[in-house]
């Protein structure tokens, strides 16, 4: 009896065991397929990854500036939020230039990455807690089953260049797809060599790299925006993504040009490849032929304040030439608003004309000037105004004893008090270069417009904008 009691006992205990090793199979079965899946999902979403720094050669002062990697990560972020917001603003002008080129932003992205995420690692780690023998055998079936991860990877090498008395600083960026495709690659050098600031003796490695953090994150984030983040509407073929990506990559490097003046040369580069490419894909397009025509004035303008006249006046009649293919192609298009496309045009092209320093071209643009329109429908449009204001301001220079600098401010004044961005004061007054040829009566002329600011500017109609602009050069000029 003690033995079939005994017999009975492990049988039971048998049962329980294989019971529980069933059980624990299954649970470890469901965790499995759970990370399986969970992983699926992860490689599909796509991800963003700045690497870690990379000092050349070795150098101690570059391996130290490499600790600087989150706030690369950091830099890049705010710019790819900046860019997104950006384009987000111009939706409006692509869908009116052509309805299947609307944009249409992805939020798929969450954060930038130092790493990507490794799904097969994390899945074999996992299984090895379950069977550590028999781990590794699944590594190359889970390589087959899961899909590839999707995303961006960006490798920024930190490198130094001249003589040990003059090190200029320098970033090589190279943009690759997670499987390695690449996308798209860069260099990056300080306009000088870092000189010593009085009192405080040579700036550190690691400050020079951070004043060239700015420009290098927003290249990055102008391809990542433009390569992961943009795409037309639904149903749009590869032809017109595209499109889109060639002229956002020319529009939003232009807009780079502005930001970042001690590289508006390299950017424009990059604007002219782009909108290059964008011209063949769109021939019968106005706007990539504008935008590529205010590249070439910012390089003109760039060239111009580095001394260099004869390559900065070829640019300038490369923007005239641009302006007037632009014309063209509007005056061959039928729809209505037409009357003030065309102002804008002309007032760009007489602008560019007067900046090429060409005396042919400027003579011509003063006797066009003085048959310009004033369509209705752009007085309140303060970009179209304020690009009046830099056109009379050229023709200041080139014909000083007309009346056109009191012009100028008079179109200015108007624009100043349409525009919502209280920065475009400070850049009017100090920073545009167009304006130059009016700059001793700015800080007068903007001051007592100032001042008689009693409400918000944009609420004012255009009889009252106009009675504060008129006082305004009144007191300038010492009118009552």
């Given amino acids: 009896m003690l033995y079939l009691a005994i017999g009975s006992l492990q049988s039971i205990a048998n049962s329980t065991t294989s019971a529980v090793i069933a059980l624990?199979?299954?649970?470890?079965?469901?965790?499995?397929s759970y990370g399986l899946i969970r992983a699926v999902v992860m490689n599909r979403r796509t991800q963003i990854v700045v690497a870690d720094l990379v000092a050349a050669g070795g150098s101690a002062e570059l391996a130290e500036a490499t600790m600087?990697?989150?706030?690369?990560?950091?830099?890049?972020?705010?710019?790819?939020?900046?860019?997104?917001?950006?384009?987000a603003r111009i939706e409006t002008i692509l869908s009116l230039a052509s309805l299947e080129l609307e944009p249409k932003l992805d939020d798929a992205v969450e954060r930038i990455q130092r790493a990507a995420n490794d799904s097969i690692a994390t899945l074999t780690a996992a299984l090895r807690v379950v069977a550590p023998e028999t781990a590794d055998r699944f590594l190359g079936l889970f390589s087959v089953i899961l899909p590839p991860p999707r995303g961006i990877l960006v490798n920024v090498m930190l490198l130094q260049r001249g003589t040990s008395v003059a090190l200029r600083a320098g970033a090589a960026v190279e943009i690759v797809r997670l499987d390695r495709r690449p996308l798209a690659s860069a260099a990056f050098w300080e306009t000088s060599p870092a000189l010593p600031v009085e009192g405080s003796g040579e700036p550190g490695t690691a400050d020079r790299f951070l004043s060239l953090f700015e420009p290098v994150a927003r290249w990055i984030a102008v391809r990542l925006v433009v390569a992961l983040m943009v795409s037309p509407r639904r149903h749009a073929t590869s032809r017109t993504r595209q499109k889109l990506r060639r002229l956002l990559a020319g529009g939003l490097f232009l807009a780079a040009m502005r930001d970042f003046p001690a590289n508006a040369l390299a950017f424009g580069e990059l604007a002219c490849i782009e909108l290059a490419q964008a011209r063949l894909l769109m021939p019968g397009m106005p706007l990539p032929v504008t935008t590529l025509?205010?590249?070439?004035?910012?390089?003109?303008?760039?060239?111009?304040?580095?001394?260099?006249?004869?390559?900065?006046?070829?640019?300038?009649?490369?923007?005239?030439?641009?302006?007037q293919n632009a014309e063209s192609l509007t005056r061959g298009d039928t729809q209505e608003g037409n009357k003030a496309k065309l102002a804008i045009l002309v007032d760009r092209r007489l602008k560019a004309q007067f900046e090429s320093d060409d005396p042919a071209l400027r003579i011509a643009a003063l006797a066009e000037l003085g048959s310009v329109t004033e369509p209705e429908a752009l007085l309140s449009n303060h970009v179209w105004l304020y690009n009046r204001s830099c056109l009379y301001a050229q023709a200041s220079k080139a014909d000083p004893h007309a009346d056109y600098q009191q012009q100028a401010l008079h179109w200015l004044g108007l624009a100043l008090l349409r525009a919502c961005e209280a920065s475009l004061w400070d850049y009017a007054e100090r920073h545009d270069p167009e304006l130059a040829p009016i700059?001793?009566?700015?800080?007068?002329?903007?001051a007592s417009l100032r001042s008689l600011i009693s409400y918000d500017p944009a609420e004012c109609s255009q009889a009252d904008a106009e009675e504060l602009v008129a006082r305004a050069l009144g007191s300038t000029y010492g009118r009552q």
């Fill in 24 to 32: 624990l199979s299954l649970i470890a079965v469901i965790v499995l």
């Fill in 68 to 87: 600087l990697s989150p706030v690369l990560r950091q830099c890049v972020e705010r710019h790819v939020n900046d860019q997104r917001e950006h384009i």
């Fill in 293 to 323: 025509a205010g590249v070439y004035e910012r390089m003109g303008w760039a060239r111009q304040l580095a001394g260099n006249s004869v390559e900065a006046s070829d640019d300038f009649r490369a923007a005239v030439s641009l302006w």
């Fill in 439 to 446: 700059r001793e009566f700015l800080t007068p002329f903007l």
